[in-house]
């Protein structure tokens, strides 16, 4: 299984970014979908999962802010970050599992390549 990333850059404190990840039609009607993020150093955390018929659960540092949507007719999962701030500058993962308490649990069984993003104050 293949997760593509992408949607990563550079913004201003207070600004948006939507990332994307895209997946084969096959798996992605079935499968739970979510995204962590990971600081050089620092370990890789949940940010939000989507279930399979689109039920959303967010970190705490992220709810409010960012928005987890999927999109079957595309097989793309988004994230919309708002209110971007200099924490949350991170490489950010797509990830999925047939079980969202998998993704919940920070051991989905696949995971895409990271997108960078960046915050500046």
């Known amino acids: 299984v293949q997760l593509q990333a992408s949607g990563g850059g550079l913004v201003q404190a207070g600004g948006s970014l939507r990332l994307s990840c895209t997946t084969s039609?096959?798996?992605?009607?079935?499968?739970?979908m979510g995204w962590f993020r990971q600081v050089r150093g620092k370990e890789r955390e949940f940010v939000a999962v989507?279930?399979?018929?689109?039920?959303?659960t967010y970190a705490d540092s992220v709810k409010g802010r960012f928005t987890i949507s999927r999109d079957k007719a595309k097989s793309t999962m988004y994230l919309q970050m708002n209110s971007l701030v200099p924490d949350d500058t991170a490489v950010y993962y797509c990830?999925?599992?047939?079980?969202?308490?998998?993704?919940?649990?920070?051991?989905?069984?696949?995971w895409g390549q990271g997108t960078l993003v960046t915050v500046s104050s």
């Open positions: 990830a999925a599992d047939g079980k969202s308490r998998d993704i919940l649990r920070g051991s989905p069984d696949y």
């Open positions: 039609e096959r798996i992605f009607p079935s499968f739970a």
């Open positions: 989507i279930t399979h018929d689109g039920r959303p």
